[in-house]
């Protein structure tokens, strides 16, 4: 049994032996690195930043009532095109208590004056008849019989529009009418019927009852952010793309930038505004949110390369690898321009014909047609080594 056993251990340390052996000669072995190339290209170079915002109408009106009452009647919603003047509810005057007590009082005391002053005209009337006073002294009283008539009518008519919210002498009924102030289309109906609604007042905006815009005049609405806002002005052209229409894209013109900035989630953004042109097929309605390019250079049909393949030395100099024979490389210096975050133009340094070396960090081969230096492969995956 003990013999047996020695077998096991002896067999089992020289299987150990052996597995050692064969790890130190797997690491000890050379691996070989096949790098993938690629070629520049010809390409449009496109520098652009990226502004979010929404597409809301240029102009757009808030109809308030002219004075404080309740909603009797809506002839209007949402969706429905306008012209100015057309009705769009009724109010129904609530008399306030105060008020109405105020202007009675001011028609007692101008019905009291208006009678003293019929007495004092009538009496001096009877005078002139008696040769007792000239008749520029009764002219006088005629003239005050006058105005105190004028201030009766205008008591009274202060009454009515206190009690109906309009005098009678203006041809108008106990209810006011609140009319459309321009043409377009009612985007908007905040009140109901029933609703409380409050003129507007140095205290008080009043109580909105619909909001009219003209949707055939859209802008777009959107921040860019301080880093960026620099690089744009008036007039440049924009793209914009509507987050509900995805087949679409909408041409802009960029109309207005912010001269401050304000906080927006904790980074200082600029408000622009850029008209859109529309498209007859196309409806477009308020509040898309949207996103809009904004081209801040370009050039076309440059010689270009993938930004992932270039090489920066200590001094900042920007070089790439050009495969001499395969999988020979030597640095080559270049000089660059535009780039777009992805592909950047070569001024000088390389063409069209040769190969560069994708590095370890840029991923596969993206552009132009590249090969490994085994066989002439198609590119693949990041080199192995």
């Known amino acids: 049994m003990k013999r047996i056993f020695s077998w096991f251990l002896g067999l089992f340390v020289l299987a150990l032996i052996a597995m ?63 012209k100015k003047d057309e009705q769009l509810a009724k109010i129904q005057i609530i008399p306030d208590a105060q008020g109405v007590n105020s202007a009675a009082s001011q028609v007692s005391t101008a019905r009291i004056s208006l009678d003293n002053a019929k007495r004092e005209l009538d009496r001096e009337e009877g005078l002139f008849k008696q040769g007792v006073v000239a008749e520029s002294e009764l002219y006088k009283f005629r003239t005050d019989y006058e105005l105190q008539k004028q201030q009766l009518e205008l008591a009274g008519s202060n009454l009515q529009i206190v009690r109906e919210g309009a005098s009678r002498s203006n041809g108008k009924g106990s209810t006011l009418i609140v009319s459309a102030t321009v043409d377009g289309t009612v985007i908007d109906v905040p009140i109901k019927v029933g609703y409380s609604v409050i003129q507007a007042n140095s205290f008080n905006p009043g109580t909105t009852v619909a909001t009219i815009a003209n949707m055939d005049d859209m802008i777009f609405d959107g921040h860019v952010d301080e880093a960026e806002v620099a690089k744009i002005k008036e007039g440049m052209p ?73 090489q920066y030395d200590d001094k900042k100099q920007p070089y790439v690898e050009i495969e001499t024979t395969p999988q020979v490389f030597v640095r080559k210096d270049i000089k660059v321009g535009l780039s777009d975050g992805i592909k950047i133009e070569v001024l000088s340094g390389v063409d069209k014909a040769d190969k560069i070396k994708i590095p370890d960090n840029a991923g596969p081969a993206g552009m132009g047609s590249g090969s ?14």
């Open 372 to 385: 490994g230096a085994a066989g002439g492969k198609p590119p693949g995956p990041p080199p192995k080594k």
């Open 20 to 82: 050692a052996f064969m790890y130190l000669y797997k690491k000890s072995k050379t691996q070989v690195t096949v790098w993938q190339t690629e070629s520049a290209e010809v390409a449009d170079i496109t520098k652009k930043t990226v502004a979010t915002g929404s597409i809301v109408p240029r102009q757009s009106v808030d109809v308030k009532p002219k004075v404080t009452g309740v909603i009797s009647e809506l002839y209007v919603a949402p969706g429905k095109v306008v």
């Open 238 to 310: 924009l793209v914009i793309k509507v987050g509900a229409i995805d087949k679409d894209k909408f041409d802009g013109k960029l109309e207005y930038i912010a001269p401050q900035g304000k906080e927006i989630d904790g980074a200082i953004q600029f408000e622009i505004k850029a008209a859109v042109a529309q498209k007859k097929d196309v409806y477009i309605r308020a509040g898309y949110s949207a996103n809009a390019d904004i081209v801040l250079d370009e050039k076309k049909q440059v010689l270009s390369v993938r930004e992932a393949v270039v």
